[in-house]
């Protein structure tokens, strides 16, 4: 971390803070401790520290709505899915003749960190299980039971073992099982040797950088300086998504019913916006610290979705709120920024973080996590197969809730989601502490100089503005904690203890060193104020802190597809219709959206992201919009020149104004988010 990035993350603690017996350090102890003007810490000689360690699988227990959220997770898809669907049950991974490149990784990938965040005994014996398998038939060459003998003549897409190894660090993490390190190891030694005789091609070349976070791990126990070769080679003959967004025109929007492009793949674009600083741990090339911030502006600029990612069905759609995008893309992007929070230490990665996982990401599951959409879109009024779709390349059913829509990478893909977000709520600072990447309720434990230490977070954000830390310890120890105070949170306060309460500066970390003695609390207040976002073709969404808000539609979920395989519930295909109008217009002052829009608390419900378990609830005002209609199965495209502000003439300008309930787009399964914006 350069100084400026220091002064920029780091503010300063306000004075007074301190709590009886504990000094807050000054800016001074500050500098000295983090050695500012020192090189970055190396982990191991010739690769360099992230800013921010995440802790051990297990380390961070979720509480609260979090945890409510994880087990209807484990009670769903996730923790059944080997039961039933054969390319992971079936899968040549665990012995079987199903599929055996990427589908059983990509589930054990999610179902490792829910297992040992949820501590589910049962699920984690079925994935000792499997693991023991994969581990057990590993070749003498090195190389996993799916790797065909004769891979020359047959080739397979390195990708799936790249995917696997970083799923097995995973569980040897979790379990410290040296056969795991062992079996990662074995087979990246082969991958080492086998880039010679079988270049990079397709996914594997894509995703290269992939493989860089399993031969980091492996590097960091064994010391080997092949495995730094290994990252060196993949990077080699990976794709430089640097020089490709210099040369590639990322910027036009795949068109609708268009060509399926490499370069422009929303899920590969979701995963390598953490490439260069992946890279950068290889040889600290400057600016690969700071490209996926680069990229992740110039994606936002041309695709970016109020939701917090990108339009892709499958490739970069632009910013249409009908386009919808590729789930893949949205549990990629959030273990992207989790990787980029880690390595960078920019709290802004934190903000985008919490976005992503609290709207897009429970947006497109079913409140019950037994079904999932392929896209989902931020207006979606209908959910039906709909061969008169508009997607760019995905087909008719890629917004039904469903087994697996379109297509089965996003149910075998979708598992690591909450988990890893849970996973990554905290991680360690170089100086024994931790540091707040995202808030939720959990408990977290680790040791700083030796000294047990527990971390809980009490409260029900981001549905609230409150947050309760307790910080309890056995003895008395000096550690920071450092708390990402969002950039969106106007009036942010800390209190310790029973001092007063003192400001804190949006869009920094805020880093409290002190001596921790006993049980402290720590009261965080992050302000959340209405606001209203321009959207594509002059619509209007309304967002409050963290999370963005959609119009409540009734909802009709019929069964469809029962006829196919796999399809007995409680794990249907699912069409939804809404049973409510849905064609308003908004009427918000844009510069003072708090005063259009009034917020309420209500209990957090059993299922935390549903229409009715809304933990907050808006209400605005609006006009219905007569000649706003369902063309080719969506909300039909608006122009500007369609509504009233700009035609007072339109049809829905003497339409009487109503009261409309909005709830957390997260909550909802079809909705209008960016809204047609209305004079008055
Ligand atoms: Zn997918």
């Known amino acids: ?124 014996a079925r994935i000792a299980r499997y693991v023991d398998f994969i581990v057990s038939h590993q070749r003498p060459d090195g190389w996993f039971g799916p790797y065909p003998e004769d891979a020359v003549a047959r080739r397979y897409d390195l990708w799936a073992i790249l995917l696997v190894n970083k799923a097995l660090a995973q569980y040897h993490e979790a379990t410290g099982d040296a056969h795991v390190l062992d079996a990662i190891t074995r087979s990246l030694r082969a991958v080492l040797d086998g880039l010679d005789r079988t270049p990079l091609y397709e996914w594997g070349r894509f995703r290269w950088f992939e493989g860089l976070i399993p031969a980091f791990y492996a590097y960091e126990r064994t010391h080997e300086g092949w495995l730094l070769d290994l990252a060196r080679k993949l990077r080699a003959q990976g794709v430089d998504f640097q020089a490709l967004y210099r040369t590639e025109d990322i910027t036009v929007p795949t068109p609708r019913r268009g060509l399926w492009k490499w370069t422009k793949h929303i899920v590969n674009t979701a995963m390598a916006v953490k490439s260069p600083a992946l890279s950068w741990r290889i040889d600290q090339q400057p600016f690969d610290r700071t490209f996926g911030a680069k990229m992740i502006e110039l994606l936002d600029r041309y ?30 992007f959030l273990y992207s920024l989790e990787h980029l929070f880690s390595i960078t230490g920019d709290p802004a990665f934190g903000d985008r973080l919490e976005r992503v996982a609290f709207n897009a990401l429970p947006a497109t599951f079913a409140p019950d996590m037994w079904s999932h959409q392929y896209d989902q879109q931020v207006n979606q009024v209908q959910c039906t197969i709909n061969p008169d779709h508009m997607f760019t390349t995905n087909g008719p059913e890629s917004n039904l809730y469903g087994l697996e829509p379109n297509f089965g990478c996003c149910t075998a893909n979708m598992h690591q989601g909450w988990p890893k977000f849970a996973a ?38 981001p549905f609230r503005e409150t947050l309760q830390v307790g910080v309890r310890v056995d003895r008395a120890v000096i550690f920071p904690l450092v708390f990402r105070v969002p950039a969106w949170a106007e009036g942010a306060t800390i209190r310790i203890g029973s001092g007063s309460a003192q400001p804190m500066k949006p869009g920094t970390l805020q880093r409290i060193e002190r001596e921790w003695r006993g049980a402290t609390e720590v009261a965080l207040v992050f302000p959340m104020r209405a606001k209203a976002t321009a959207g594509y073709n002059e619509a209007v969404a309304i967002e409050r802190g963290p999370l963005v808000y959609a119009l409540k539609i009734g909802e009709s979920w019929t069964q469809v597809n029962a006829d196919k395989p796999h399809r007995e519930l409680p794990h249907g295909d699912f069409e939804v219709r809404p049973t409510t109008p849905w064609n308003y217009g908004l009427v918000v002052d844009a510069n003072d959206a708090g005063a259009s829009v009034r917020f309420e608390e209500r209990p957090v419900g059993d299922r935390p992201f549903s229409p009715e378990g809304a933990g907050i609830v808006a209400t605005a005002r609006g006009r219905l919009l007569p000649n706003w209609r369902i063309v080719r199965g969506w909300a039909a495209e608006l122009s500007p020149a369609d509504v009233a502000w700009a035609n007072p003439d339109a049809p829905g300008s003497k339409e009487p104004l109503e009261e409309l309930t909005l709830i957390p787009y997260g909550c909802t399964n079809i909705r209008i988010t960016e809204f047609p914006r209305l004079k008055g």
């Open 424 to 461: 990554h709520l905290w991680m360690m600072t170089p100086d024994e502490g931790l540091v707040a990447a995202a808030y939720a309720p959990s408990r977290t434990s680790f040791r700083s100089h030796g000294v047990p230490v527990t971390v809980s977070v009490e409260t029900d954000y």
């Open 1 to 124: 971390m350069s100084d400026i990035d220091r002064r920029r993350f780091f503010t300063t603690v306000a004075a007074g803070l301190t709590a009886a017996t504990a000094p807050v350090s000054t800016a001074a102890d500050r500098t000295a401790r983090l050695g500012a003007a020192a090189p970055p810490p190396r982990s191991a000689a010739g690769l360099a520290a992230p800013a921010f360690r995440p802790l051990p699988l297990g380390a961070i227990t979720p509480a609260g709505w979090l945890q409510r959220q994880l087990r209807l997770q484990a009670d769903g898809l996730s923790g059944h899915l080997d039961e039933f669907w054969p390319d992971v049950g079936e899968s040549k991974w665990f012995g079987g003749q199903a599929e055996g490149w990427e589908r059983a990784p990509y589930w054990l990938d999610g179902v490792i960190p829910l297992a040992w965040a949820l501590d589910d005994q049962p699920l984690k």
């Open 303 to 332: 695709h970016g979705q109020v939701n917090g990612v990108f339009g892709g069905d499958e490739c970069l759609a632009g910013r249409n709120p009908l386009q919808g995008t590729e789930l893949c893309a949205v549990v990629e």
